[in-house]
């Protein structure tokens, strides 16, 4: 017993002068490391920068993805809050939700894929925040159609409970994919199949021919609708394209989306702003 | 007896909760929201890209907005164009604007104008003092460069009940004032304004986004990365450490009393940092009372760069060798000799 003590006591100590050793480097030689890096990427980033600025032109992706990466902390002494820094946003963000990692259609479109409808791209972004591509892209008919929902977590892309009551509106951090009805089997309509396809067409797709490459859009693209639904489609109390209940609605939540307050923000819209947007093909020919 | 003690200690355990609940709805229930934005501008994903490929993003988090300086300011204070749901894409904020808030010592409305002056007569100011536009204007900073909405930083003395909000203070208050809305802001605005409205780390972070930007620094012809070798002295080490009283930027640049925004050059004999004043402002009586001039006359701002501070440079490095070179081979030595002690009989090879 005295013996299996002794080795505890052994076991304490040789943690303790680990942890001493992580210390003691962290505030030596790991500084100095750490700073040289830092100086390093920030001198390689300004010369980047440099660079482009001599071209004249900045480039989106140095905008985008060097300048708005950046996270900070506020210490407010009571709390700590840490977020993302966009350059010249005013308000705070205060939580992270990540990135869709099942959805194979923002590999191509990104996550804030909507840009054509100035008037309403920013609330098509929005609702591609929580809702699946596939929810408004995708119509089914006939005998695919089961009207069935469902969640998905954006991490892993597994099939998950509704968040809708445990967080606040449009901050979940999952989304809503519709299942179709193949072969008398109900599966999700982002399969497996359909990620592998569109993946290996972006590994593949510089040494494809342009007729190949054509061909594999057309496929990839062969189930996405000509004329996806639209708002009102769903923000309706008469037979939604939604299972608003189905997939975890309150009654107070589903009674806020339908109400005349947002429905008649929408009539609103399509009234003042986009009077073709039910006939889209309208304008074209004006 | 007892009974009074269970009474007692139901009171002291309810009691807190009862106020932390309060003041949960109380912050819930400031919105500045009397158009009805949040109807849309409460989900997250509200964005898109803008023409310049710059990520835009309409998202108000409303408990956060709650609890900023700004709660009480409705929406249209700020975006004046906004006159309708659903409305056109809005226009840049002016944050000079006259707002509906009445500041209550002059009963005139609320605006930022002042600052506009400030900040022209100081150091970053896009134009010079004959109203020429400086070399590089582009560079001088904006008002959103360096601050983002303002939160509140309530002092507390009574951290154990709720970190940052004292229910005791607050509970004094309310025996007069009878708005608890009003009793709310009103504690976090004076509160926050009594100490540092930023922690001095995250002063240094603000100021190091363009004075520490390399490109910058040899563009203006600075003589230091200044947030680099802040962090480099005592000073910047604390801060690291969140230390709340250590001073900042703004601390030795502004001169006390002054606006942080009438920063002056070092060349400017009003400035704070200008050589004759430098003394004054470490020997100030919150710093080191007791400082000769001689005290402000040491590197501040000296790098742990080779060119810039050669002798710093390599007292430091000899430091940092001899503290890592010493205390890591002993902590090696000593785990060693732990791990014979752990296995008496243990060998690599076998012995012959």
Known sequence: MKNFFFKIYMLA??????????????????????????RKQAQEISKFKEEREEKGKKSNFEKIILESEERVKRYLGYRILEEVRIKGHFHHIGFDIGPDK??????????????????LRAFLNMHAFFVGCETCHVRLDGQEKTGIFKWYDRKTGDIVASPVKKSSPGSFKAKIIPFEKINGTIQRVDS???????????????????????????????????????????????????????????????????STEVVGMIKNYTKF??????????TLKK | MIKTRIQKSCFIIFLPLFLT????LLSSSYAADIGNCLLCHKYPGISRVDEEGRMRLFYVNEP????????????EGCHTDIKEIPHKPAKKVDCLVECHIVEPSTEKKFSHKDVEGFIQSSVHGKVDKDGNEKKYAEDYPGCKDCHDNPLFRPLSFFKRVRPGISEQSLSRCKVCHKKEEFVYQFYNHVTTRLHKSRNPLNIAEMCGRCHDDPA????????????????????????????????????????KGDSVHQMLGHKDPASSIHKDNKGKICATIDCH?????????????????????????????FFIVLTGGTLLPLMGVIFLDLLRRFFPHATIGRRK
């Open chain 2, 64 to 75: 956060i907005y709650n609890n900023s300086v700004h709660a009480k300011v409705k929406c």
């Open chain 1, 13 to 38: 100590f040789m943690a303790l002068v680990v942890f001493f050793m992580v210390v003691i480097w962290k505030v030596t030689f790991a500084h100095i490391l750490h700073e040289y890096s830092n």
């Open chain 1, 273 to 282: 702003y986009m009077p073709n947007m039910l006939h889209p093909g309208e």
């Open chain 2, 216 to 255: 910058l620094v040899a563009r203006h012809e600075l003589s230091t990365k200044a947030v680099i070798s802040y962090g480099e002295t005592f000073h910047g080490k604390a801060a690291s450490f969140l230390d709340e009283r250590i001073p900042d930027c703004l601390d030795c640049h502004v001169n």
């Open chain 2, 21 to 24: 609940i309060t003041f949960a």
């Open chain 1, 102 to 119: 099942r959805s194979y259609c923002i590999n191509c479109h990104g996550d804030m894929p909507h840009d054509a409808v100035k008037e």
């Open chain 1, 192 to 258: 497996q199949d359909r990620i592998d396809f569109a993946l290996e067409y972006r590994s593949r797709e510089e040494s494809l021919t342009e007729a190949q490459k054509s061909r594999a859009k057309k496929l990839l693209h062969k189930i996405v609708a000509k004329q996806p639904y639209i708002c009102e489609d769903c923000h309706q109390t008469e037979n939604p394209i939604l299972p608003f209940d189905a997939i975890g609605y309150p009654k107070e939540r589903i009674d806020s989306i339908t």
């Open chain 2, 289 to 317: 009372p007791s400082a000769s001039p001689k005290f402000a006359t040491y590197g501040v701002h000296a790098e742990f760069n080779l060119t810039q501070s050669p002798a710093q440079y390599f007292f430091t490095f």
